[in-house]
């Protein structure tokens, strides 16, 4: 029995047989017989469908319902993600029937399909949700729901009165549909966490929302992210804050609330202590509007994470600073691309080196130079809890990386790393490359932008080829040649985990693409391949193809200037996006 079941795990994700107490090993046999070869997953109650098309949509979910043992209590927690397909574009009214049956359903994420007008599928969605009254999560993120798609849902949402969970991010919604929304969250009342970010509900959106907001006594966590709010909107919000006291999450990044937005925040953010996490990134905020943000910061000691990248700290950097030395719990701190100076950096640093408990590190974009490298590399010896760092487009050069470098093999539990753009030539990549060895742990390296060249990547090649859990590998723009692809091949051969590899615009022609091509048929997890804007004509397509046709999960293809003519080549691209 239980070789057979991990013969089948091979064909989905994965079965976890211990999680499916409700399940009979028989029928656990039948399910899994059932659903072989489809891209679903079933562990601890749950199913999850991802890249999947309507017509195995509705395979795996009629399978599962009809086999003895897997009814309707069995699924507690049902995941979609059809990114790749369309699952309620046509015929959602089946789909809906389907859903309906799974009664005893707490948790529906349906992600990136559309609800077709034509088809009534915003209609047919919201009969499915009168059936579901036992939710308790609900998402349908990039749905493009439309305002009037929401009047349609929102009928039948009030009456899931457990709701604690409402993530409707990457739609339509806008002023009206907002209204509609707000209308009904105050019939929400255990409603704990709203997303919806990605959406167009501007400064008019945000004043309906705040009717309700202060009435949701146990949202802890909301995300109004990228809504073309600007000041207005946040003076609005500022308000209704002051009475938000459970609040621990607000996200309010990527919109334009500019200098008298952030001045009304700092008003109300000095009564959120519990709050664990703030993001106001790229907001056109100024070095004023920092400034009064670094009043408020000292009150949130609490705070996990904060994130003010890409606004202009400038004048208000000592402010900031000051503000950070009691920031001393973060965990994640986003300060890409805040346009400080080298004088500035170091005062920075200075209160980075007393959080101890920093796991994620963005300091990208700043243009930190030497100087700024000497001054980080003092504090990164001590962020032994460190999984990210990203410090791309930092003109670090040869002289700024050795420093870096250094540092870097204290930081073994580093997971990502970010080299991106730094003026790096083989000089810098031999000392780098001896430290690299001792992240055996990483699964995101980013080296691309940088001058790599044959003699760097003899260097690289030796200190990744341990690195067996990457997942992703970055190395375009970089001049690579045929002999430095030949360099990194003997490395690349054994990172069979590896399942994005970047190799574009570099200057690799066919003898290249012949030991790549060795190297990629063990890449069996692959999922994207960028080889664009390089050299590869005919003769190098002949060994490319072959490898290829064994990429059986390769989604992406990257080839463009294919400098070739190979009909074979030209026909097997259509078969990924390219």
């Known amino acids: 029995y239980q070789r057979r079941v991990h013969g089948y795990s091979s064909n989905i994700a994965s079965v976890y047989e211990e999680d499916n ?19 679903c997953e079933i562990n601890n109650r749950a199913l999850h469908c991802r890249d999947i098309s309507r017509e195995d ?29 369309n699952i309620l574009l046509k015929d959602s009214i089946v789909l809906c029937n389907l859903l309906g049956k799974c009664e005893f359903l707490k948790i529906l994420e349906l992600r990136n399909s559309s609800v077709n007008q034509r088809d009534h599928g915003a209609r047919n969605l919201s009969n499915l949700l009168k ?31 457990t709701l604690n969970t409402l993530n409707l991010k990457n739609n339509k919604i806008g002023n009206d549909g907002i ?165 500035g950096f170091q005062e920075v640093t200075k209160a980075i080196e007393h959080m101890t408990d920093l796991q994620v590190l963005n300091l990208g974009s700043n243009r930190i130079g030497y100087s700024g490298a000497r001054h980080l590399s003092s504090v990164l010896t001590n962020l032994v ?12 050069g040869d002289e700024g990386v050795p420093d870096i470098a250094n540092s870097l093999v204290q930081l073994t539990t580093l997971l990502t790393l970010s080299f991106r753009g730094n003026i790096i030539t083989p000089k810098g990549f031999d000392g780098l490359s001896e430290s690299l060895v001792y992240l055996d742990s990483l699964q995101v390296l980013d080296l691309s932008h940088n001058q790599l060249l044959s003699i760097g990547c003899k260097y690289l090649s030796e200190s990744i080829r341990n690195m067996t859990n990457l997942l992703s590998l970055s190395l375009e723009y970089n001049k690579i040649t045929d002999e430095g692809i030949q360099y990194l091949s003997v490395s690349l051969i054994r990172l069979t985990t590896l399942k994005r590899l970047d190799l574009g615009h570099n200057f690799i022609e066919d003898e290249g693409t012949k030991h790549l091509s060795k190297a990629l048929v063990q890449l069996l997890s692959l999922t994207s391949l ?38 074979k080549l030209l026909t097997l691209c259509q078969s990924w996006s390219i």
């Open 131 to 161: 059936q579901l009254t036992k939710l308790e999560v609900l998402e349908l993120s990039g749905h493009l729901i439309n305002d009037q798609d929401t009047k349609e849902m929102c009928t039948s949402l009030s009456y899931i009165t």
């Open 385 to 396: 809890a460190l999984v990210s760092l990203d410090l791309k487009d930092n003109e670090l």
């Open 21 to 39: 107490q409700d399940i009979k090993g028989w029928d656990l046999l039948t399910l899994m017989e059932s659903l072989k070869g489809l891209p």
């Open 530 to 567: 960028h080889l664009e804007n390089n050299r590869i004509g005919n003769e190098g397509a002949i060994h490319l193809i072959p490898a290829l046709n064994k990429l059986t999960s390769l989604r992406h293809l990257h080839l463009t200037y294919f400098m070739g003519s190979n009909p």
């Open 57 to 85: 949509f509705v395979q795996v979910l009629t399978n599962t319902l009809q086999t003895r043992g897997t009814g309707n209590r069995s699924i507690m927690t049902l995941t979609v993600d059809s990114i790749y397909s």
């Open 179 to 343: 209204k509609t929304i707000s209308r009904t969250l105050l019939k929400l009342r255990s409603l704990e966490v709203l997303i919806l970010s990605g959406n167009s509900i501007g400064d008019d959106g945000v004043k309906e929302l705040c009717t309700s907001l202060s009435r949701l006594f146990k949202l802890t966590d909301l995300n109004i992210r990228c809504n073309y709010i600007m000041d207005e909107g946040a003076v609005f919000l500022s308000k209704e804050l002051i009475n938000m006291s459970n609040l621990t999450s607000l996200d309010l990044g990527r919109n334009m609330i500019g200098d008298v937005g952030a001045e009304a925040l700092s008003k109300s953010l000095t009564r959120q202590t519990n709050l664990n996490l703030l993001s106001l990134q790229d907001n056109s905020i100024s070095s004023e509007g920092i400034a009064h943000l670094s009043n408020s910061l000292v009150h949130l000691t609490s705070l996990k994470s904060l994130s003010l990248g890409n606004n202009t700290v400038d004048g208000s950097i000592f402010n900031l600073s000051q503000s950070l030395n009691h920031l001393t719990s973060l965990r994640s701190l986003n300060l890409e691309k805040i346009r400080i100076d080298s004088e």
